[in-house]
Each structure stands twice: as structure tokens, then as C-alpha cells.
């Protein structure tokens, strides 16, 4: 593979004008499709074949498909007062008429209505419920806005007055200040790492060229199917992270060749050869990861896991073909002015050995005191990783405090019951649905936590109708869940009609149930796929065993601190979080499988220059030294982007991609400053030469050569003739 990665860049260095246009031409084709071609997104989570997905379908099919985005204005009379008051009866219905004249509006029900009246009992609080004609997720901006204007007005007549439903959620929000915040703080470090504004510019560049091919192609495919609005975000925010870390392996084996002495047409060659095997190994396995989600069997879930891999593709793709070309019209301007003119005999300047001085008294520390270190490192992720043994799930999401939607579910929670804000629906199907709904009722009411039964609803030809039952609990809580678990087991047991669950908690039960059952396949699945990884990499059963058991408590305290923080509220304000409560569902797979690639990306960086020095006749301590003084301060660097790419997601308004960047940045703090830096090194130096031990019987299996040895083997004639074409020019 080095060898024909290394041709690659000889390639992109003689062929550097096309393979820049050539970018440059799929970005601006991107583009064009992604303004279009692009379709909408899809806010909802369901998983075909449940029984609350299933029912959904079926309703639609009994009783007509549902209407446009609705939301529900809610009323509250002033204190000590009711709405049916005069005066506030005619506030309210001059409300509803300001409601129904709005911008896409096609209907607006009155709560005073005698014939289906939505007051409390206590006739202190009510709702009206806004129909729009556009369907969830198009209601316009200037629409929400109208509507919002006509509810600030209402308040100013002396009822409380707040709005929520799905007619209010405005999209996912990114590319604000936080999210530019983290990519400058990027572009900081590469200039810190680099000495060099332009190489680091153009690792940041390139980096940003990939991902937005990425994202657009996403955005390209939402025309032709429904994807979820967290997967153009979740693929845009991996695919800049491993982008500009891919780029800085590359760039910085290059500089090193540069400063040996080598051309600039070897150094690109060399450097694709070396750090560019690395980088296809490490792209691969985020790739197989990613893609591995499809053993879930939760569509919306594989999508997003295969768009994010394309992403991951396009940053490799950039990493060894458009670096290498941008690489070959800087030529010695990759390096600092003072460096141009200056090598040693080690490929390292002075000055940059001197900034290692720090590493290297870190890596003789661990070394020599390896059994603290490897106890305190464990400890220390061992402790953090307690709270995620009482880790909770949901699809419910709740809204930010503050704003006007929590103050509406608040007011409806107050004067209806908390359960009022996550009603289950079930849906009688067959002959007799009515009167088997009927007959329901009354075990149903005598259920735990049910508030409220309400009269069934027939259908028009007798052959359906819907019970709904008013939880006394919320949407998210325990009891709530386990209210969905009694109904379907009431209801089973049942003659009549099929009877079937669902409704919002419902639909989050059964996701949670089959992202529970899926999990421990999945984490099987990368853990497996880790070992034989490395085992082929390192040709070693020890230092895959030790790699794999650092990334299992990479992900315990990384979901152990989510969980302290998003569940429990521990430093909440620290992450702008503004209510806490169960994680996202999707939350704990997609960081196993994102943070298992990354881990392995560094695992390979790092131990693979180990096993160079290891390979060339280092001892085994000599070996560890070595090679984490070579490869810490780039997989340091990476890091510390990677964390600050991250970070810049977390304080986004939206809760599903706020819990995912915040568990990422931390497992990546975790992983590559406490298991990589401490509890590998000092691993490996606790078994010494036995690290490195393959049993004889399977010695017989290939090597992926990540270090490029492969480039050290006499080349064949036509390769020779090749590389000397790379270096006359």
C-alpha cells in the first residue's frame, strides 16, 4: 500500500494544476447540485416494523394522512382571575381571530368553544391549536415570526401568553459563532504547530474543501430521499475534524522530509507513502465503523452512519491527492522562513526538538513510573465512567428554558397535568374497534399513572378507532415508560380487534428498546474489527488487547461525564446547557462508533512509530520513547483540534447534536491525553519485549504496512524511473 499510495502523490505532484482544477471543479459541481437538487429534512425518529411505527401508518391509512405543522398557543388568565371572564373571553377570541388571519394559517380553534372546548377545570388556562398549511419542517421563518408577533401582542393585554408545537421548531443551528470559534482555535494550533500561517492555512483550506463536497453530496441526496436534519450536521462536523488531522499527518511528514534534505518532489512522495498509508488505515476503519451501523437495523440510524463515512471517504481523498498537489506549489514555503535553508541529521531542526523537551521528560516519566501511571489512568477514566451505569435514553426532546415553547409546555403541565404534554394514542383496528375501545376504557383508567381516558373516536366506516390516555407522569419519566410497557400488555391479552400503542413516548420506547438490543452487537462488531485492525498493523496480540481495552474505557468515561452533565446537571452552565434531563437514543452508538475510528487513528499514529523504532533494533523501552517523541506532538496537535472542532458544536441550540460533540470532544480528551499518553506507553513498558509476541500459528497473516517499509525494499525499474521523473522535477 505505501508503494502505491507514494505513486499517488507522485502523481498529484506532476499533475498538480489537474488535480487542483479537478477539486476545485467537484466543489462548484457540489454546489450548483446541493442549491438544486436539495430536498428537506426529516425531524422524526421511527424504526419500521414497530409497533408504534406501525400503528402511525395505520392511522394515517384509517383516518386520512394528518394536515400541515401544527402549534398551540396557550392562555393563561391573569391571577386570581378565569378566561371566561368577559374581559378575557373577548381578549381570547380576539386572539383566535389574529391567529387565523396569519401568514399560511388555514385554521385556528377557539379554546371557549362550547362544542369542543380546550380549558382546564379550573378554566384558568387554555389552548388554541394553529393549523398550517405547510407540512412539519416548512413553515417559514417569516411565518414563525408572524406568529410569534401576534402572541407578544396578547401578552400585552394582560393574559400570559406562549407558543409551542411543531410548527415553532426552527432548524438545526449551525455555523454561528461557537461553531467559527472552533475552527479558529484550529487554525491556531496548526500555525502554533507548523510555525507557518500559509502550510497551516492550507491544511485548514483543504480540510474545509472536503467537507463541504462532503455535506453538499448529503445535502444533493436529500432530493431523492428523506434523510434525518442531524446528518448533514453530524457528517459535516467529523468530516472537518479528521479532515484537517489527516492533512496535518501528511503536511508534517513532509516538512520532516523537507528537513532531511529530500526535494520537494521525494519529501511528497515520501510523505504520502508513510503518513499516508497511515491516514487510509485510520480512514478505513472510521469508514467500516460508520458503515457498521447498519447491523442496528434502524434505517434513519444507517443513514446517517453512511453519509458520514462518505464524508470520512472524500477527507482521505483530499488527504493524499489535493494536499499533495497544494504541497507541490508551496515547495519549501511549507516551512518556516528560518527553517527553508536549515536541516540536521535527524530531519529535525533544533529549535523544534527543543519545544519536544516537555514530551520527552513526559514519556521517560510514565516509562519509568508505569505502574502509577497505568493505575492512576485507569482509576481516573474508572471513576468518571460510574455515571454511566445510570444512564437514561429518550427521543423526547425538551425545549431550551427561557424560551416561549418550555414556557407553553410549562403552562399546559400547570393547568392540564404533566402528562397532558405526552398523550398515548391506541388505535383499535378492525370490526368492532369502537366498541372494543369502549370496553378498554375502563381497565385502562384503573392503570398506574393513567390520568385521563378519553371517549374512543371512530373512524368514518366503523372499522377503526383511537383511545387516548393522559399520562399523570411527563413525557421522559420512568413511569411514563412503564405506563406504554402495562398498556401493551393489558391489551394483548385481549380478545377483538388488534389493538396497537404508540404516540411520542411510545415511539421513544421502542427505539430505545432496539437501540439497547443492537448495541452490544454493534460494540462487538468494532471491538472485534479492532483487534484483527491491529493485529494485521502491529502483528502483536498484546498491543491490540491493550488498545482495545483503552478504547472500552474511552467510551465508559466518556458517556459517564455526558450522563454527570446533560442527566444530572454537573457544570451545566459551563456547556450553555439549558435543561437536563435523559440523553438522546442515538447518543451512545453514534459515539462508540465515531470515537472507535478515532481511537484507532491514534492507536495506529502513535504505536506505529513504537513499532518502527521496535522493528529497526530498539529495545523495548528504547522503542516506546522513541516513537512517542516522533509521533506525540502531531497526534497532541490532532487532538487538540479534534477537541476544539467538537467543543464549537456543543453550545449549539440543539439538543440532539449538543449531547453528541460534547460526549465526542470528551472522549477525544480522554483517548488521546490519558489513554494514549499515559496508559498505553506505560503498558507496553510494563511487557516489554512480550508486546510485540505474534504466536507462530499466525504469523502466516498479511501486513498492512501503515510505516512504509515497503518504500526502504528495492524498487523495480519502472518504479525507479518513476521516482526519478517525481524528483528531476
Known amino acids: 500500500m505505501a508503494r502505491l499510495l507514494s505513486r499517488f502523490g507522485g502523481f498529484s505532484h506532476r499533475h498538480r494544476l489537474i488535480v487542483v482544477l479537478v477539486w476545485l471543479a467537484v466543489l462548484v459541481g457540489g454546489g450548483v447540485g446541493a442549491v438544486t437538487l436539495a430536498g428537506e429534512t426529516s425531524t422524526k425518529f421511527s424504526i419500521p416494523g414497530q409497533e408504534s411505527t406501525t400503528a402511525l401508518e395505520r392511522i394515517s391509512e384509517k383516518f386520512g394522512a394528518g394536515g400541515g405543522a401544527t402549534a398551540q398557543v396557550v392562555v ?28 399560511g394559517v388555514t385554521a385556528a380553534t377557539d379554546p371557549l368553544n362550547p362544542a369542543a372546548p380546550t380549558i382546564n377545570r379550573d378554566q384558568t388556562t387554555a389552548y388554541s391549536t394553529v393549523t398550517y398549511a405547510a407540512p412539519v419542517g416548512e413553515v417559514t421563518p417569516g411565518q414563525q415570526d408572524a406568529l410569534l408577533a ?17 410548527a415553532t421548531q426552527a432548524p438545526p443551528h449551525v455555523g454561528g459563532i461557537a461553531e467559527a470559534l472552533g475552527v479558529l482555535i484550529a487554525l491556531v494550533i496548526l500555525a502554533v504547530t507548523y510555525g507557518s500561517l500559509v502550510a497551516a492555512g492550507m ?18 441526496v436529500t432530493g431523492f430521499t428523506e434523510l434525518s436534519e442531524t446528518t448533514p450536521i453530524l457528517a459535516g462536523m467529523l468530516g472537518l475534524a479528521v479532515g484537517i488531522d489527516y492533512a496535518l499527518f501528511i503536511v508534517t511528514r513532509y516538512r520532516q522530509e523537507l528537513r532531511r ?7 511528497i512522495t515520501t510523505a504520502v507513502g508513510t503518513a499516508g498509508s497511515a491516514v487510509v488505515t485510520a480512514g478505513l476503519t472510521v469508514v467500516i465503523a460508520l458503515a457498521g451501523l447498519f447491523v442496528v437495523g434502524i434505517p434513519f440510524l444507517t443513514q446517517m452512519g453512511v453519509a458520514a463515512a462518505a464524508t470520512i471517504v472524500v477527507a482521505v481523498l483530499v488527504a493524499i491527492t489535493l494536499v499533495p498537489a497544494v504541497l507541490s506549489y508551496l515547495g519549501q514555503r511549507a516551512l518556516p522562513r528560518r527553517q527553508r535553508n536549515a536541516t540536521v541529521a535527524d530531519g529535525e531542526p533544533q529549535e523544534a526538538a527543543g519545544r519536544r523537551g516537555f514530551l520527552a521528560g513526559w514519556i521517560t516519566t510514565v516509562t519509568r513510573r508505569r ?15 460510574v455515571p454511566a451505569f445510570s444512564m437514561q435514553t429518550t427521543l423526547v426532546q425538551t425545549p431550551a428554558e427561557g424560551t416561549s415553547q418550555a414556557a407553553a409546555k410549562q403552562l399546559l403541565a400547570d393547568g392540564f397535568g404533566a402528562g397532558f404534554n405526552g398523550p398515548i394514542t391506541i388505535l383499535f383496528d378492525g370490526a368492532g374497534a369502537a366498541q372494543a375501545a369502549a370496553q378498554a376504557s375502563g381497565p385502562i383508567g384503573k392503570l398506574d399513572d393513567v390520568a385521563v381516558v378519553t371517549p374512543p373516536i371512530p373512524n368514518a366506516d366503523g372499522t377503526a378507532a383511537l383511545l387516548t390516555v393522559i399520562p399523570k407522569s411527563g413525557p421522559t419519566s420512568t413511569a411514563t415508560e412503564q405506563l406504554v410497557g402495562d398498556l401493551r400488555a393489558l391489551l394483548g391479552d385481549s380478545d377483538g380487534p388488534p389493538a396497537y400503542v404508540t404516540g411520542a413516548t411510545a415511539v421513544s420506547v421502542d427505539v430505545a428498546k432496539a437501540l439497547d438490543d443492537a448495541l452490544p452487537v454493534y460494540l462487538a462488531l468494532v471491538v472485534g474489527l479492532a483487534l484483527v485492525l491491529l493485529v494485521l498493523v502491529f502483528r502483536s496480540l498484546l498491543v491490540p488487547l491493550v488498545g482495545v481495552l483503552g478504547f472500552l474505557l474511552t467510551i465508559g468515561a466518556s458517556l459517564g461525564a455526558t450522563v454527570a452533565v446533560f442527566q444530572w446537571g454537573w457544570l451545566a452552565d459551563a456547556v450553555a446547557l439549558d435543561s437536563t434531563g435523559p440523553l438522546i437514543s442515538l447518543t451512545p452508538i453514534l459515539v462508540i462508533g ?50 476544539a472542532v467538537f467543543a464549537g458544536f456543543v453550545p449549539s441550540g440543539d439538543a440532539t447534536i449538543k449531547s453528541i460533540a460534547f460526549a465526542l470532544a470528551a472522549g477525544i480528551a480522554f483517548d488521546a491525553f490519558v489513554v494514549r499518553m499515559v496508559l498505553v506507553p506505560a ?19 498479511p501486513t498492512l504496512d501503515v510505516e512504509g517499509a515497503g518504500l526502504e525494499v528495492p524498487a523495480t525499474r519502472d518504479e525507479q524511473r518513476d521516482l526519478i521523473g517525481v524528483a528531476g522535477r
Do not use: C
Open 594 to 643: 465515531i470515537l472507535f475510528g478515532l481511537a484507532m487513528d491514534y492507536q495506529i499514529f502513535l504505536v506505529s512509530r513504537m513499532h518502527e523504532a521496535h522493528s529497526h533494533g530498539a529495545g523495548a523501552l528504547d522503542a516506546i520513547r522513541t516513537g512517542f517523541r516522533q509521533a506525540a506532538p502531531v497526534v497532541v496537535a490532532a487532538a487538540a483540534i479534534m477537541f
Open 261 to 267: 534534505g529530500a526535494d520537494v518532489g521525494t519529501a
Open 150 to 166: 401576534a402572541v407578544d401582542a396578547a401578552g400585552d393585554k394582560g393574559l400570559t401568553v406562549e407558543v409551542g408545537g411543531d
Open 203 to 220: 491544511n485548514l483550506l483543504t480540510s474545509l474543501i472536503g467537507v463541504g463536497i462532503g455535506v453538499m453530496g448529503i445535502t444533493i
Open 76 to 103: 393563561q388568565a391573569p391571577e386570581g382571575q378565569q378566561l371566561t371572564a368577559p374581559a378575557n373571553a373577548a381578549a381570547v377570541k380576539g386572539l383566535v381571530a389574529e391567529l387565523a388571519k396569519l401568514p
Open 683 to 701: 503498558t507496553l513498558a510494563l511487557l516489554g519485549e512480550r508486546a510485540w509476541w505474534l504466536p507462530r500459528w499466525l504469523r502466516w497473516l
Open 371 to 385: 505502574v502509577v501511571a497505568l493505575l492512576l489512568s485507569v482509576g481516573v477514566l474508572g471513576a468518571i465512567a
